[in-house]
C-alpha cells in the first residue's frame, strides 16, 4: 500500500500542488484559475475527519512556534477590505507548470507572459473579534491542540499510511510523491524572528499603525487573501473565522519607506501601492485563506469544538427547558439588581432583543434600556456597574463597557474614519460586530465642556441607539453604516443625553449580589442565543385583537405614539421568545401590558 501524497495540515502547500499538478494533467490551465479539488479535500479532512483540532488558532499559541507555510486558524472581524490584487497564480517551468497559489512571493523564471497566468485575490485586514468574552476564546482553544511540525526523515510524508482503502492511488499519482514531499516547509523555517510587539502608536498616520479596536494590545491582527472570489459573502464587520496557510517572507517586514537601492522603480512603485507593504509581516502574519466560515451570534455555538458543545445538556432546547431556563435566569438578574423583579425582566428582553427587520428609517427590534440608581448603592456606583458588567460578559460572547467620562468624548472619534494617506479605514470604538453588547456608564460624566469632538461622539452613541447605524467618515463623504448593537445606559438620573426605548428607576430591596453560579453557564448562555435567534410571527386573529387594544389605548391616553405601540409589540414578541414560543399569545400581550403598567407607574414617583 502507497501513502499519502499530501497532508493537508501539515503541509498543506504540498497538498494544493498535488492537486494542481494532478489537474493540469488532464487539461489547459483556466485562465481564471480554478479550485482542483481543494475546497472538497480540506473540507473532508478538518471538518469530516476531525482535522480541526490539529490546526492551531494564531492568538492561542505563540505565533513564533508555528512554521511558515503550515495551516492555521483565524477568527476575527473583517475591519478594512481592499482592492483586489493581481498576483502570478501559475508559471510555466520548462515544459512544466508550477502554481503559486496561497503563497506571498512567487520565485517565477524569466519567461514570456504567454508561460505565466495572472489570477486575483482580495486581501482584508482582520483584527480580533471587537469585545470578545474570555469564554468563547476558551472554547475556541481545544484542549487537544497540537502544534504543528515540519515533517523531517525520520517522518517522511510517504510513509504515512492511509486510514481507508479507497484513497489508493494509481501510479501517475505516485511519481507525483517525490515532487510534493520537496514542497514540505523548511524544517527551520518559521516565524521566529518577527518582531511581535504590538505596542500601537496614537498617530493615524503612521502606516504601520496595527488600528487594534478597543486598544487591544495582546492579540494580533491578521492580512487575510482570500481567493477564487469566496469573498463574495463576506461585508465589513462580519466575524469569520479563517483556515488556511501561515505565510512568513522576509521581502515584507520592511516598509516601503526603507527600502533601498536593490528595488527597483518599476517594483517600488507597485510596493507603495500594495497593502502588504505597507503592513509589514513582521507585525501583522499573513494568512491566506483556503476555508472560511461566519460566525454570526446565532452560529457561534454550533462552530466551537465538540469538547466544548459536550458540556451543553441534549435537551437545552426543549419547551421546558426553556421555561426552566428563563425562570432560573431571571431569578439570578433579580438577585444582582438587589431583588428588583420587573428589573430582571426587562434585562433579560433586553437581552435578547436584536434588528430583525427594517423599515427605514426605523430598526424594528432594537430595544436600548437605561437603568437609573437615583439613590447612592451601598456597594457604590462602580462596583454595582462592574457587577452588571460582569454579568453580562459571562453571558454573551461578545459585550464592552464604555465609560463616558468627559476626556473619553473629548479625546478622540469613536467612529471609524478613512485616512486616504495609507488608504486604510481607521478604526473606532463604535465598529462592532452585530451581535456585541454596548454598556455605557453614565455616572462617570462629570459637569463640564464638550467640545467638537465630544459633541460628534455623543452624536454617534445617539445615532446607534435610536437608528442602528453608524456614521463611518470618507472624508469627502460620510455613510451611515447598518449595526446590530444592544445599548444598555447605566446613569443616576435619566439620561438626557441617551434617550432610551426603556427607562427604568431601579427599586432595589436588599444588596446587590455578586455570586454567579457556574452550574447552568452553559445553558443559560445556549438559551440567549437560540431565543435570539428565533422566528416569530403574529397570527391574524391576535393581531386584530391588537389593533382593537391599541385603538382602546389611545383613546383613553392621547399622549400615547406610535413609538409605545412600537415598544409595546417589540417588548411582547421578545416575551414569547423567551418562553420558546414562536407566536404571540394573548397571554404574553398581557403580561406585556402589565409590565408597562408597573413601568408607568414607577416612572411617575421617580
Not at 30 to 38: E, S, T
Not at 208 to 214: F, I, S
Not at 313 to 326: G, I, K, Q, T, V
Not at 449 to 472: C, T
Request: aromatic share 8%.
Amino acid at each position: 500500500m502507497v501513502g499519502k501524497a499530501y497532508d493537508c495540515v501539515l503541509n498543506p502547500l504540498g497538498a494544493v500542488r498535488f492537486l494542481f499538478d494532478k489537474e493540469v494533467g488532464s487539461g489547459p490551465i483556466d485562465a481564471h484559475g480554478r479550485d482542483w479539488g481543494v475546497h472538497g479535500l480540506f473540507t473532508r479532512t478538518l471538518f469530516e475527519d476531525g482535522g480541526l483540532s490539529q490546526v492551531p488558532e494564531i492568538n492561542s499559541v505563540p505565533l513564533h512556534s508555528i512554521p511558515a507555510n503550515s495551516l492555521v486558524r483565524f477568527r476575527g472581524m473583517v475591519q478594512d477590505m481592499f482592492n483586489s490584487e493581481y498576483y502570478i497564480g501559475a508559471y510555466k517551468d520548462g515544459d512544466a507548470w508550477r502554481t503559486t497559489k496561497y503563497s506571498d512571493v512567487a520565485a517565477v523564471p524569466s519567461c514570456s507572459e504567454s508561460s505565466m497566468k495572472i489570477w486575483e485575490r482580495r486581501p482584508l485586514y482582520c483584527v480580533p473579534v471587537p469585545g470578545e468574552n474570555l469564554w468563547v476564546k476558551d472554547a475556541f482553544t481545544p484542549l487537544d491542540a497540537q502544534l504543528p511540525h515540519s515533517p523531517t526523515c525520520s517522518d517522511p510524508i510517504t510513509n504515512r499510511k492511509r486510514s481507508r482503502p479507497e484513497e489508493e492511488m494509481d501510479a501517475e499519482d505516485t511519481e507525483m510523491i517525490t515532487d510534493v514531499t520537496e514542497t514540505a516547509p523548511d524544517n527551520k523555517r518559521s516565524c521566529e524572528g518577527a518582531d511581535l510587539n504590538l505596542e500601537t502608536k496614537n498617530c493615524h498616520d503612521d502606516p504601520c499603525n496595527l488600528n487594534m479596536p478597543l486598544g487591544e494590545k495582546k492579540l494580533l491582527p491578521c492580512l487575510v487573501k482570500v481567493y477564487d472570489g469566496l469573498d463574495a459573502d463576506l461585508k465589513l464587520n462580519d466575524v469569520v473565522e479563517f483556515i488556511g496557510v501561515l505565510t512568513f517572507d522576509p521581502e515584507l517586514t520592511v516598509h516601503p519607506g526603507t527600502v533601498g537601492e536593490s528595488v527597483d522603480c518599476i517594483h517600488g512603485s507597485f510596493l507603495d501601492e500594495d497593502i502588504s507593504a505597507q503592513l509589514p509581516a513582521s507585525r501583522v502574519p499573513r494568512l491566506h485563506s483556503i476555508l472560511h466560515r461566519k460566525l454570526s451570534s446565532d452560529q457561534l455555538f454550533q462552530a466551537m469544538p465538540m469538547n466544548t458543545l459536550g458540556q451543553l445538556y441534549p435537551d437545552a432546547l426543549s419547551r421546558s427547558s426553556f421555561e426552566e431556563l428563563r425562570s432560573s435566569l431571571v431569578a439570578r438578574f433579580t438577585e444582582v439588581l438587589g431583588g428588583d423583579g420587573l428589573a430582571a425582566e426587562y434585562l433579560l428582553l433586553h437581552l435578547l432583543s436584536r434588528v430583525h427587520a427594517r423599515v427605514e428609517p426605523m430598526a424594528v427590534g432594537k430595544l436600548s434600556l437605561n437603568i437609573v440608581e437615583p439613590r447612592p448603592m451601598k456597594d457604590g456606583s462602580t462596583s454595582f456597574i462592574q457587577m452588571v458588567s460582569h454579568t453580562i460578559s459571562t453571558l454573551l460572547p461578545r459585550s464592552h463597557l464604555m465609560s463616558l467620562s468627559l476626556e473619553f468624548l473629548n479625546e478622540k472619534l469613536i467612529a471609524p474614519k478613512k485616512n486616504y494617506s495609507s488608504n486604510r479605514l481607521m478604526t473606532g470604538d463604535l465598529q462592532l460586530a452585530d451581535g456585541t453588547h454596548l454598556m455605557l456608564d453614565e455616572t462617570v460624566l462629570r459637569s463640564g465642556q464638550l467640545n467638537d469632538i465630544g459633541l460628534q461622539n455623543v452624536h454617534f452613541l445617539k445615532n446607534m441607539m435610536e437608528w442602528q447605524k453608524v456614521e463611518y467618515d470618507f472624508e469627502f463623504y460620510k455613510m451611515e453604516m447598518s449595526t446590530d448593537v444592544a445599548v444598555l445606559v447605566l446613569s443616576a438620573a435619566r439620561s438626557r443625553l441617551f434617550p432610551s426605548d426603556v427607562v427604568l428607576p431601579l427599586r432595589p430591596t436588599r444588596g446587590f449580589s455578586s455570586d454567579f453560579p457556574v452550574e447552568n453557564l452553559w445553558r443559560w448562555r445556549i438559551y440567549l442565543a437560540a431565543a435570539r435567534a428565533g422566528d416569530h410571527t403574529i397570527d391574524p386573529t391576535i393581531q386584530k385583537v391588537l389593533e382593537e387594544e391599541l385603538v382602546s389605548a389611545r383613546q383613553e391616553d392621547r399622549s400615547l405614539g406610535p413609538e409605545v405601540f412600537h415598544r409595546w409589540l417589540t417588548l411582547a414578541r421578545l416575551l414569547s421568545l423567551s418562553y420558546g414560543e414562536s407566536t404571540l399569545s394573548l397571554e404574553r400581550w398581557n403580561m406585556v401590558r402589565e409590565m408597562e403598567r408597573r413601568l408607568t407607574e414607577r416612572l411617575r414617583v421617580c
